[in-house]
C-alpha cells in the first residue's frame, strides 16, 4: 500500500457550508473520495492511499490539474483507491467539490 | 433510463442505487442520519495484511431516520466493496444498531430495524472475525425481535443474499426481494466448485434464478413480498412489512415449523424451480422468468404463501 500526501494553497475558499461529503466506491478501477471542510484558508491538502504503487508523478500532475481547475481551498479530500485511471480519479474529485459547495444536506 | 412519458417522478433503480442512496431515499426526505460515518475512519484492522485497500465505511451504512413518520434503524450494505462482504468492524456496525434496537424497544417504544441486504457472506480474508460477525449478526437480530422489534430485510442489490447473509435474512422478521435479488447460501460458483459442474452449472443464468432469484424466493414462500426494482417500491414493502410482521413468540414459531413441514410435503420431491412453480398452482411456469414485475406481483397474490403468518 503506497500512501501519498500533496498540500496546495487554491486560488479561493470553496462555496457551501456543507462540513463534509462523500463520493465513490472502493472498487476495481473506482476509487473513494472523502471531503472535509476542515482546514483553514485555502489550505487544501489529498491525501491518498492506493494498492498500485509507483504512480505517484500521475497522482501529482492529476491532483496539481484538479487544484487549479476546482479551486477547493479549505478542503481535506482523503482517497482510498481501488485501482482507478486517472480520468476516473479527476472526475471523482469534481464530484466530491460538487457535493460539498451544494446547499442543505 | 428513459424519461417517464407520464408526468410522474421516476423512482430511481434499488440495484443501480450506492448503499447510501438506497438508505437516504427510502427514509422520509430530510430524516436519515448515519452513525459512524465515512468521516469516523472506521476502518478495517485486517485489508492492510493482505495489501487491500479499505473504505472509510467499511461498506455498510447505519443510521436512523423515518419512515412514513414512524423512527425507524436502517443499514445499508454496499455491494460492490468486496462484495458486501461481512468481517469484523462492518458486522460489528450492524451488531451495534441491532442492539440499539432492542434497547429501544425493550423501554417501551418499538424500533424497526431495515437491513438492506447486498453482500457475498463472509469476507474471506478476515476469517473467523467474519464468521463470529454472522453469528453475532444473528444473536442480535434474534434479540431485537424478542424484545419487540421488527426487523425487515429488503433484498435487490448486485451481490445478492449470499453466504452468512443468507442465513441473516432467514432470521429476520419478513423479506421483500426483487428479481434482481437472489437469496440463497452457498452460491452457485460454491455449489460448483464442490459438486461439480452436472450438479450446478453456474454459467446457467436461468438456472441460478430459478433456484435462488426473487420470483423463486417468493412463489416458494421464503420472501414475504416480490417488488419492482425501484427505490419507491422497497420503501412501500418496508412500510408494508413493518405492519404485518408477526411478533416473535411460541405460537409464530410453531406455525413457521408447520408451514415448513408442509412446504417439505408439497416441493420436496421437485427437482427444478419450474417444478415447485408448477406444483404451487403456476399454470405455465416456462412464463413466469419473462414476466414483468406487475404481471408477477398479480400471480402471486392470486398463488398466495405465507398465510400461516410465519417467515
Known sequence: METLSYRHTAARRAAGARPMAIVGVVASGNLEVLVERVLPGSDCQVEISTPVTGFAKVWEAVITDFVERRSPGGLRLSINDGGARADTVSLRLAQAVRLIEEDGR | MNPPTD????????????????ARLLLDAGTFAEFLGPEAREMSPHLGIFDLPRQFDDGIVVGRGKLAGTPVFVAAQEGRFMGGAFGEVHGAKLVGLLRAARDASRDGGT??????????GVRLQEANVGELAIGEVMRAVIEARRAG?????????RAGCYGGGGLIAGTCSALAVSEHGRIAVSGPEVIETNRGVEEFDSK???????????????????????????????RAAAIALIERAPAFDLAMLKAEQARLAERLK????????????????????AKVPGMPADEFIALAQHIGEGRHDAR
Do not use: N
Open chain 2, 7 to 22: 408526468g410522474r417522478r421516476q423512482s430511481p433503480s434499488w440495484y443501480e442505487s450506492a448503499a447510501r442512496d438506497r
Open chain 2, 111 to 120: 424500533m424497526p430495524v431495515l437491513i438492506l441486504f447486498d453482500t457475498g
Open chain 2, 149 to 157: 422489534a421488527k426487523v425487515i430485510g429488503l433484498v435487490g442489490g
Open chain 2, 204 to 234: 446457467d443464468r436461468s438456472l441460478v434464478w430459478r433456484t435462488m432469484g426473487g420470483k423463486h424466493r417468493r412463489l416458494l414462500g421464503g420472501a414475504e413480498l416480490f417488488v419492482d426494482d425501484t427505490i419507491d417500491a422497497f
Open chain 2, 266 to 285: 408439497r416441493f420436496g420431491s421437485c427437482a427444478d424451480g419450474l417444478d415447485v412453480w408448477k406444483q404451487a398452482g403456476v399454470d405455465d411456469p
